[in-house]
T-cell receptor
Framework: AQKVTQAQTEISVVEKEDVTLDCVYETRDTTYYLFWYKQPPSGELVFLIR??????QNEISGRYSWNFQKSTSSFNFTITASQVVDSAVYFCALSEDSGTYKYIFGTGTRLKVLA | DAGVTQSPTHLIKTRGQHVTLRCSPISGHKSVSWYQQVLGQGPQFIFQ???????GRGNFPDRFSARQFPNYSSELNVNALLLGDSALYLC???????????FGPGTRLTVL
């Protein structure tokens, strides 16, 4: 069965600190996709990244970076030099390539960046 | 280009009533999915429609139904509302069934 675990419920950091959000997933499929979304107070889920199971290369986009490790079934998200605008709830999600192409979301991590 | 739009933004209903939520996908997107997000939790999958056909259904009762129109917009209907249906209802669209889903701002439903 599919499952996504985000063990960190809430993290508080001071502006300019680096922070890593953890995501551990479970799936029996060999082909699957992993995602990170940001949900600011407005409620809209903002797409950040998509990774497929065949691509384990880490990715960097500005202050954001992602570490995908199939050996530990983890897809962690790091924000470098955090800013107040990064404050939001971040969701990790998993989708398999078979059957219903639904997203399974974790419970989210609330990030508070203090000025 | 406009993103996914949803209407209404907020809705207050009483138990037993019926509600219809609407979603317009990003132009060119043919797939629409619906999710329910209860406060403090991650979104839960309700339905996926692609090319006007239901392609997937989550673990929700038959009180929940949906449809997709020829212009690819979609409606989510919920009958016999319960207090537990109070949630943020999110619509997402994608180019095709397995492409990345882009979410709308949601409709916040409160059932009293």
């Amino acid at each position: 069965a599919q499952k996504v675990t985000q063990a960190q419920t809430e993290i508080s950091v001071v502006e300019k600190e680096d922070v890593t959000l953890d995501c551990v997933y479970e799936t029996r499929d060999t082909t699957y996709y992993l995602f990170w979304y940001k949900q600011p107070p407005s409620g809209e889920l903002v797409f950040l990244i998509r990774r497929n199971s065949f691509d384990e290369q880490n990715e960097i986009s500005g202050r954001y970076s992602w570490n995908f490790q199939k050996s530990t079934s983890s897809f962690n998200f790091t924000i470098t030099a955090s800013q107040v605008v990064d404050s939001a709830v971040y969701f990790c999600a998993l989708s398999e390539d078979s059957g219903t192409y639904k997203y399974i979301f974790g419970t989210g991590t609330r990030l508070k960046v203090l000025a | 280009d406009a993103g996914v739009t949803q209407s209404p933004t907020h809705l207050i209903k009483t138990r037993g009533q019926h509600v219809t939520l609407r979603c317009s996908p990003i132009s060119g997107h043919k797939s629409v999915s619906w999710y329910q997000q209860v406060l403090g939790q991650g979104p839960q999958f309700i339905f996926q429609y692609y090319e006007k056909e239901e392609r997937g259904r989550g673990n929700f009762p038959d009180r929940f139904s949906a449809r997709q129109f020829p212009n690819y917009s979609s409606e989510l209907n919920v009958n016999a509302l319960l207090l537990g249906d109070s949630a943020l209802y999110l619509c997402a669209s994608s180019l095709a069934r397995v492409d990345t889903q882009y979410f709308g701002p949601g409709t916040r439903l409160t059932v009293l």
